[in-house]
C-alpha cells in the first residue's frame, strides 16, 4: 500500500532556509509541496570513493596490452561476464550484467577530464565542482541544480546525504542546507520530553544579536536538522521492499532511499557513498568484495523501484574520482590514473556502451585518455532527467550525452 | 570573505598587550590551546599574564604518566582498537599538558593513519606516544621518525613497496598531505620519491630496510638527481620552500580561524620564524597563542568546535567524569572517532563538522551523558557544582554556564527562555539543571570554539 504524502504534509517543514531563518519562513506549503507532485523525477548519485579500477569493471579482456600490464590481476576471458565479443564485467558484477539485460543499464565509457589530477582530494573536489583549484570554489554542481530546482522551502528536503562521513562538497548550496543522515534510526532527538525538539526549534530559531557568518551556517544547520528528525518520525512502516537487498553498508542505504521515494518524499536527489576503492596493495579480493557491493545494491534497489511503481522516475548514477594506472604495481595493486567508465541504471536510461573504450596503446604517462568529459555526462543528467539548463551550473557548454530513452 | 586580506601581519602576529586579560580571553586559550578548563584553573590563569598562561600551557607536563600507561597496557591486552580510542578519551579528560594532546591530536590527523586498516592496536599506540613525544619538536625529526613508523608503513602500503615495481602512495602523501601541499611537486617527483622508498618494510611489528628490494638506481627529485635514500628524499622534500608555508597555514586553521584561508601574507611572518629555528614547532605554536590576532574578537568563537572538543571541553568545564569507554563509542556519531581518522586527509575540520546527522549526534551524546547516574560533576551532581560556585538563583546558574561553557554570548532571549526553563517546573533541581546544560549543548553557539 502506497503511503501517500497527503498523511503528513504540513506537519513540518524541512529543509530550512537559510534566509528564511529568524524571520519566520512560511509555514503553509502544502500545496506546493502537492504541487512538487509524485512525478517529479529523483536522481540517486553513487559515489565510489578512492579511485574505481575501470579496467577491473569494464574489461577489456582479449587485449594483449591488457593481460601484460597485469600479470596478477588480469581477469581471463573465461571470467568475464561477457557484454560483446571485446568488453566483459568483472565477475562479481552479476548484478550489472542482470541490469543490462533487462535494459536498465548504461556505461559511458572513458569518462575523464583535461589535466587529469591524481590527488583524491583534488580530483574528488573537481568532480564535485567543475572547478579547479584555482577558481574560488563555493558550491557543488549539485548544490547549483538544488538552487535551480527550489526557489521556496519544501515540506521536504530537496537532497538528501545519506552517509556517515563528511558531507560531499556537490551538495553545497548557496540557499539551501542538505541534511545528511545516518541512518533513520540513528536520525532522532533522544530523551523522554516530548517538547524537547520544539523547545529547542524555539531557542535555535530566535534571532541573534551578534551573529556571524559561521553562527548563521550553524543555526540554520540545527534548524534543518530538528525540522527534519521530526519529519521523519512521521514516516510511514508500511514499506515493502520487492527486492532483496544485500547486507552490506551500500544495500542498506540505498534500501533506505527506497523506503523514502515510497514514503513519498518530494526530495529529487539523494547521494551514498561506498568507500576503499583505493587499491594500491592487494588489489584483487578488496575490489572484488566492492564490486559485488556495488553491483547487487544498485540490482536490488532498481528492481525494488520497478517493482514499487516508481522506475520510471529514479536514475542512478556511479561514478569515482578518477581510475586507476593499466600496468599494475608490485604490491598486486594499481595507482591512481585517469579516465574511467561512468554507470548508469534506472528503467529510463539508454540501455548499453555509450561511447568507446579508451585506447590501451595510445596511453598519456602510461595512463588511459579519455574522450568524455564527465561535464557532458552531467549535462546529460541535467537537461535530459532533471530538466534544468546545464551551462551555468556546469561553468560552460558541454555537449551532452545522450543517457535516457525517449 | 576576506577578513584576514586586510589583517597586518605585523601587527597579528605580534605579542598581544598583558592588559585586557579577561576570564573570556583565558577561557579562550584553554578553548583552543586545550580541551577547556575548570572555572578555577580560569580564574588562576586571570591572575597570571597571558603569556605566563601561554608557558604554562606550553612547558606543562604530566605529574605522573603511570596510570595512562596501566590503562594503556590494560587495553592493548584486549587488542581491540575501540579501548585504545577510550584510553585516549580518558588521557584527555584527566591530562595536565592539554596542549601538547591537542598538538597530538594535530599530529594524528596530520598523519592520518586508521587503526581500521592497520588492525595491530600495539602499532598505533606507538605512533600515539611517537606523535606525543614529538608534538612540540622538531618537525624534520618528526618526519623521518614517521616515515619509519610501522603503523603509517602498513598504512600507506609502503611496506609493499619493491624495487621492480614501487608503489606510490607513501610519495605522493608525504609531498601533497604531509609536506608541501597538491600543486608544489610534479607527477614524475612522485614517482622518483617512491623510488626512494623502496626496500623500506616491516618485519615483526618494527621498521626494516630490505637492501634487495631498495632500488639504489639515481633518482631526479625537484630537479636534483642523486642515488638517493629513503632519508635523502625526505631531506629533499623538507628542504622545500613551500613547506614551511603549508605547515604553518594548517597550524594557523587549526589553532585560530577556520575560514577564510590565511592570506599568504598572514602566513609569511610565521612560516619565516618555522625556517628560522630550523621547523621546530614549538617556536610557531608560542608566537601563535601570544599573538595579538589569537586574542582577537575577529577569532574567538570563529572556530567549529571539533567533535572531541566538544565532548572533553563540556566534561572538563563541568568538573565531570562518566563512562569514557561509552563516550569514546558515540564520538563517532559525531564524526570524530580517535584512531579512525576517515581518510589519508584526516579530518577536514570546519564546517565539515557540521551537518544534520552530527548535530543530532551531538545533542544526543549530551542527552546520553546527563541521563547516566555514573556521570558526576565535581563528584556529585549539578547541584552540588552549583554549591561549590556558589551559584544560586537562576540567572547566575545560566549567566556561569554561559561565561564557562560559550565562546559566543547567548541572545537575551535564549538566556531569558534557560531562566525561565530553571525556575519553573515540577521536577527537581538537579534534572532542571541538567536539562538546561542539555539544552546549552543543543544551541548554534555551543558548537563555536
Redesign the interface.
Known amino acids: 500500500m502506497q503511503f501517500t504524502r497527503r498523511d503528513f504534509l504540513g506537519l513540518t517543514v524541512t529543509g530550512s532556509a537559510i534566509y528564511g531563518l529568524g524571520s519566520t519562513a512560511p509555514r503553509f506549503l502544502a500545496h506546493a509541496a502537492e504541487r512538487a507532485g509524485e512525478q517529479d523525477r529523483v536522481l540517486v548519485v553513487i559515489q565510489l570513493s578512492g579511485g574505481n579500477d575501470g579496467l577491473n569493471t569494464v574489461i577489456p579482456f582479449r587485449h594483449d596490452v591488457y593481460r601484460k600490464s597485469r600479470p596478477q590481476l588480469a581477469l581471463a576471458a573465461d571470467r568475464v561476464l561477457k557484454i560483446d565479443d571485446e568488453l566483459g564485467f568483472h565477475p562479481e558484477l552479476t548484478g550489472l550484467a542482470r541490469l543490462l539485460e533487462a535494459g536498465e543499464l548504461a556505461i559511458v565509457q572513458g569518462v575523464g577530464y583535461p589535466n587529469p589530477n591524481r590527488s583524491h582530494f583534488e580530483s574528488m573536489d573537481i568532480w564535485h565542482t567543475c572547478q579547479r583549484k584555482t577558481d574560488q570554489r563555493l558550491d557543488g554542481w549539485l548544490g547549483r541544480a538544488i538552487d535551480r530546482l527550489q526557489h521556496e522551502p519544501s515540506s521536504d528536503a530537496i537532497a538528501l546525504h545519506l552517509g556517515e562521513k563528511k558531507q560531499p562538497f556537490a551538495l553545497t548550496s548557496q540557499h539551501w542546507r542538505v541534511p545528511s543522515v545516518r541512518s533513520l534510526e540513528q536520525f532522532r532527538l533522544q530523551g523522554n520530553q516530548e517538547t524537547q525538539a520544539q523547545t529547542i526549534k524555539q531557542l535555535v530559531e530566535s534571532k541573534r544579536s551578534n551573529s556571524s557568518d559561521l553562527l548563521d551556517f550553524v543555526q540554520s544547520s540545527t534548524a534543518t536538522a530538528v525540522d527534519v528528525s521530526q519529519r521523519f518520525d512521521q514516516i510511514g512502516k508500511s514499506y515493502q521492499p520487492k527486492a532483496e537487498y544485500p547486507e552490506s553498508a551500500l544495500g542498506q542505504k540505498l534500501k533506505t532511499v527506497a523506503q523514502l521515494i515510497d514514503a513519498g518524499l518530494s526530495t529529487r536527489i539523494y547521494y551514498v557513498e561506498v568507500d576503499g576503492f583505493d587499491t594500491h596493495a592487494q588489489q584483487a579480493p578488496a575490489h572484488e568484495s566492492l564490486l559485488r557491493e556495488v553491483g547487487n545494491a544498485l540490482a536490488a534497489f532498481t528492481t525494488d523501484m520497478g517493482g514499487q511503481g516508481q522506475g520510471d522516475r529514479v536514475l542512478s548514477v556511479c561514478f569515482s574520482e578518477f581510475g586507476r594506472r593499466v600496468q599494475e604495481n608490485a604490491s598486486s595493486g594499481t595507482d591512481h590514473g585517469t579516465a574511467g567508465p561512468m554507470i548508469l541504471a534506472g528503467a529510463k536510461v539508454k540501455a548499453g556502451l555509450i561511447g568507446e573504450h579508451p585506447s590501451l596503446t595510445d596511453l598519456e604517462q602510461g595512463d588511459l585518455k579519455f574522450h568524455t568529459d564527465f561535464r557532458q555526462v552531467y549535462a546529460g543528467i541535467l537537461e535530459q532527467w532533471l530538466e534544468c539548463e546545464s551551462p551555468s551550473i556546469l561553468g560552460g557548454e558541454f555537449e551532452p550525452v545522450s543517457l535516457i530513452d525517449g | 570573505m576576506t577578513i584576514h586580506a586586510q589583517i597586518d601581519p605585523q601587527w597579528a602576529w605580534s605579542p598581544v598587550q598583558p592588559d585586557e586579560w579577561t576570564l573570556r580571553k583565558a577561557a579562550h586559550l584553554y578553548r583552543r590551546g586545550g580541551f577547556s578548563a575548570s572555572a578555577e584553573q580560569l580564574s588562576q590563569a586571570t591572575r597570571l599574564t597571558p603569556h605566563e598562561a601561554v608557558r604554562g600551557l606550553i612547558e606543562a607536563t604530566e605529574e605522573s604518566t603511570t596510570q595512562y600507561e596501566t590503562l594503556a597496557n590494560s587495553v592493548l591486552a584486549t587488542g581491540n582498537a575501540d579501548n585504545l580510542t577510550a584510553w585516549w578519551m580518558y588521557r584527555l579528560l584527566h591530562t595536565a599538558a592539554p596542549l601538547r594532546e591537542k598538538l597530538t591530536l594535530f599530529w594524528h590527523g596530520h598523519f592520518a593513519t586508521s587503526a581500521e586498516k592497520v588492525t595491530d592496536s600495539q602499532l598505533m599506540y606507538q605512533q600515539n606516544v611517537l606523535l606525543r613525544e614529538h608534538a612540540l619538536g622538531n618537525f624534520g625529526a618528526l618526519l623521518h621518525e614517521i616515515s619509519r613508523d610501522p603503523a603509517m608503513l602498513l598504512y600507506?602500503?609502503s611496506a609493499?613497496?619493491?624495487?621492480?615495481?614501487?608503489?606510490?602512495?607513501y610519495a605522493?602523501e608525504i609531498m601533497?598531505l604531509f609536506c608541501l601541499g597538491?600543486?608544489n611537486y610534479t607527477?614524475q617527483d612522485i614517482r622518483e620519491l617512491a623510488r626512494c622508498f623502496t626496500g623500506w618494510e616491516v618485519r615483526a611489528k618494527r621498521f626494516r630496510f630490505n637492501r634487495y628490494q631498495h632500488d639504489n638506481g639515481e633518482k631526479t627529485i625537484f630537479g636534483q638527481t642523486g642515488d638517493f635514500s629513503g632519508d635523502d628524499g625526505i631531506d629533499l622534500v623538507l628542504a622545500q620552500p613551500s613547506g614551511p608555508e603549508f605547515l604553518c597555514t594548517k597550524l594557523v586553521k587549526f589553532f585560530v580561524a577556520?575560514?577564510p584561508s590565511p592570506s599568504t601574507e598572514l602566513i609569511a611572518p610565521l612560516a619565516q620564524e618555522f625556517r628560522d629555528s630550523g621547523l621546530q614547532i614549538r617556536s610557531v605554536i608560542d608566537r601563535i597563542l601570544n599573538s595579538n590576532y589569537f586574542f582577537s574578537e575577529q577569532v574567538i568563537?570563529?572556530k567549529?568546535r571539533s567533535p572531541v572538543e566538544y565532548a572533553v571541553g563540556l566534561l572538563r568545564t563541568l568538573e565531570g567524569s562518566t563512562n569514557f569507554y561509552d563516550l569514546a563509542a558515540r564520538l563517532?556519531?559525531l564524526?570524530q572517532k580517535l584512531f579512525f581518522p576517515?581518510?589519508?586527509?584526516g579530518w577536514?575540520g570546519g564546517?565539515?563538522?557540521?551537518?544534520?546527522?552530527?548535530?543530532?549526534?551531538r545533542?544526543?551524546l549530551v542527552?546520553?551523558l546527563l541521563?547516566r547516574e555514573e556521570t558526576r560533576f565535581a563528584g556529585g551532581g549539578m547541584v552540588d557544582l552549583c554549591d561549590k560556585h556558589e551559584l544560586k538563583s537562576p540567572a547566575e546558574v545560566v549567566d556561569w554556564l554561559q561565561a564557562n561553557l560559550l565562546a559566543?554570548?547567548l541572545?537575551?532571549?535564549?538566556r531569558s527562555?534557560?531562566v525561565r526553563?530553571l525556575e519553573s517546573g515540577t521536577e527537581p533541581r538537579e534534572r532542571r539543571l541538567r536539562?538546561v546544560v542539555?539544552?546549552i549543548c543543543?544551541?548554534?553557539?555551543f558548537?563555536?570554539s
Do not use: C, F
Open positions: 600507506l602500503d609493499s613497496n619493491r624495487k621492480a615495481h614501487p608503489n606510490e602512495n605522493r601533497e597538491e600543486g607527477e577556520d575560514e568563537g570563529r567549529v563517532d556519531d564524526g576517515p581518510n589519508v586527509k577536514e564546517r565539515t563538522w557540521i551537518n544534520s546527522s552530527t548535530l543530532l549526534a545533542a544526543n542527552r546520553d541521563d559566543v554570548e541572545s537575551p532571549d535564549v527562555g534557560l526553563k536539562q542539555y539544552l543543543t544551541m548554534p553557539e558548537q563555536l
